[in-house]
């Protein structure tokens, strides 16, 4: 069978899927099969969002973290309101200096888990996209570091390229355990691939 036909019909399935579920996109499957296989959400966790919209994987959080957990969406774009209990969202633009502060007021302590789908307007340029999108991580990376609990988690995209290794070894400055994943819900042909950093590192001495 031919491989592009193949990969039309996963994407096929996981988008038919998140319209039965009421998903908002088609990515929430990804976030489900990695917290699966690593557990990195759980039940009453604060969990941030940055780059929410239009909040596929914001709901897919909420529905892991439960009625007593936490989840803030944050996106340049609105994002339309969720119905249920401690699920917020903010407009923000996450490469500015200010936003881990605004982020830290909305929540109510510090997050377990931040996670980031953030993805620039596509140019068509590889090498402009690649940079655009790592620079997107970076700034995630920042943020992450800023809002979370020592024991926290950081979940990010990247698009594969020259400069992917070196943000996995800024990942790996900070985190314990560093996991680079391709979920089954990802098109293989997609150059995106996701990154997990766990446990903060403690400072020396
Ligand atoms: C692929 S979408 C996220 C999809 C989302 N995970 C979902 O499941 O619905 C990428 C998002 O990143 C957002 N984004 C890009 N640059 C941003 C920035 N500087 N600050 C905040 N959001 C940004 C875009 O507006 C876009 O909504």
Known sequence: ?????????????????????????????????????YQFIKRSDVVVDLGAAPGG???AAKKIVGNKGFVLGVDLKPIEPFPQKYVRTIIGDIT?????????????RKANVAISDASPNISGIWEVDHARQIDLAQQALKISLEILEPAGSFFVKVFQGDMLQDFIDKVKKHFEIVKVIKPEASRSKSSEIFILGMQIKKPRG
């Open 1 to 37: 069978m031919p491989k592009a036909w193949l990969q039309d019909r996963k994407r096929d399935y996981y988008y038919k899927k998140a319209k039965e579920e009421n998903y908002r996109s088609r990515a929430a499957y990804k976030l489900f099969q990695v917290v699966k296989k």
């Open 57 to 59: 994987w914001t709901q």
């Open 96 to 108: 500015e200096p200010e936003i881990s502060q605004e982020i830290l007021e909305f929540i109510p």
